[in-house]
């Protein structure tokens, strides 16, 4: 499974951005996946999930509410539409797939990584 995030970009505390990651591989869109981030010096963190199916989301504390995580398995994609954007949510964001059955929310849980696209948000 190859994934390929992007939507990133500068934004001011209080706007939205859509994050997208596009899978590829015969069996993609049957694995769960989720976004992380990382802020520097900080530890990678998981934001959200969704199971294979969509039929079910999972949100970190610091995401529910303002986030929202979606997937297209017509399109092998996943989105996370971030809203209400706050100075603390400036990481590096990796979307990733793990072929469990549930939403891990640790990150040696999952087998594949994409690239990261930078999100900053300015006060």
């Known amino acids: 499974v190859q994934l390929q995030a992007s939507g990133g970009g500068l934004v001011q505390a209080g706007g939205s951005l859509r994050l997208s990651c596009v899978a590829s591989g015969r069996t993609s869109s049957m694995y769960t996946k989720g976004w992380f981030r990382q802020a520097p010096g900080k530890e990678r963190e998981f934001v959200a999930g969704?199971?294979?199916?969509?039929?079910?989301?999972y949100y970190a504390d610091s995401a529910k509410g303002r986030f929202t995580i979606s997937r297209d398995n017509a399109k092998n994609s996943v989105n996370l539409q971030m809203s209400s954007l706050k100075p603390e949510d400036t990481a590096v964001y990796y979307c990733?797939?793990?072929?469990?059955?549930?939403?891990?929310?640790?990150?040696?849980?999952?087998?594949?990584w994409g690239q990261g696209t930078q999100v900053t948000v300015s006060s």
């Open positions: 969704i199971f294979w199916s969509g039929s079910s989301t």
């Open positions: 990733a797939a793990t072929g469990k059955a549930a939403i891990p929310t640790y990150y040696e849980a999952y087998e594949y």
